[in-house]
């Protein structure tokens, strides 16, 4: 079965840059949503990103390439609790140290049984998203390691029409760094491509309110 190819630009803006505003402006209303998601990552599967989403669902996707400045991603498996049987094989695979039951019907049964070799981030979100002409927008507050910083990204199956929504952003053009390599910088300790920032306690996008 082929697997759709998701083209995503994703950038690190300080807090005075004005893409976020200008994201707003072109994309309209949006929907907000706060949660907390798990990121892991397999030595055996060094291209995989495996996220559980919330207490919702686990899903692991494949970097399969740069595209001049987008990631090209496929979602390999998605899967709500309990999970199916393909994902949980699949990450038995990805860990097959780790003596994974047969059934997850929880987060917790994937992270409790994990080995000493996997890296885990938990990532608390405040989230905003907008949808226009086939192109995904997000704006997300995240909160990781003990880090705080600011993202967005663009997304859609066309690459012409993240590029199209791409140059219709303000300079500078900031570079593209997916979740999984910003995550690994963190562990790393090194520095982001762009400063981490402070933001304050409250943001509204048109309708859509993110407060904490």
């Known amino acids: 079965m082929s ?81 199916r049987r393909s994902l949980v094989r699949a990450l038995q695979g990805a860990f097959p140290m780790a003596q994974l039951p047969q059934r997850i019907l929880v987060p917790g049964d994937v992270i409790s049984w994990l080995d000493r070799e996997a890296v885990t981030f938990t990532v608390s979100k405040r989230t905003v998203q907008f949808q226009r002409e086939g192109c995904v927008a997000e704006f997300t507050e995240i909160d990781a390691h003990g880090r705080r910083a600011q993202t967005f990204s663009l997304t859609s199956k066309r690459q012409d029409i993240v590029l199209d929504a791409l140059a219709m952003l303000p300079t500078p053009r900031l570079p593209n760094l997916d979740y999984g390599a910003w995550l690994q910088r963190l562990r790393r300790n ?17 309708t859509a309110q993110v407060a904490y």
């Open 190 to 206: 090194t520095p982001a491509r762009q400063p981490v920032v402070s933001y304050p306690g409250k943001l509204i996008l048109g």
């Open 3 to 83: 697997r759709t190819t998701l083209f995503e630009y994703r950038a690190w803006p300080s807090q005075e840059m004005p893409h976020i505003e200008a994201l707003h402006h072109l994309f309209g209303l949006g929907v907000s949503e706060i949660r907390t998601d798990t990121y892991i990552f397999s030595p055996t599967r060094p291209s995989w990103l495996i996220v559980l989403h919330g207490a919702t669902a686990c899903e692991i996707l494949q970097k399969t390439g740069e595209d001049g400045p987008l990631s090209a991603w496929v979602v390999l498996t998605h899967s709500e609790y309990p999970l």
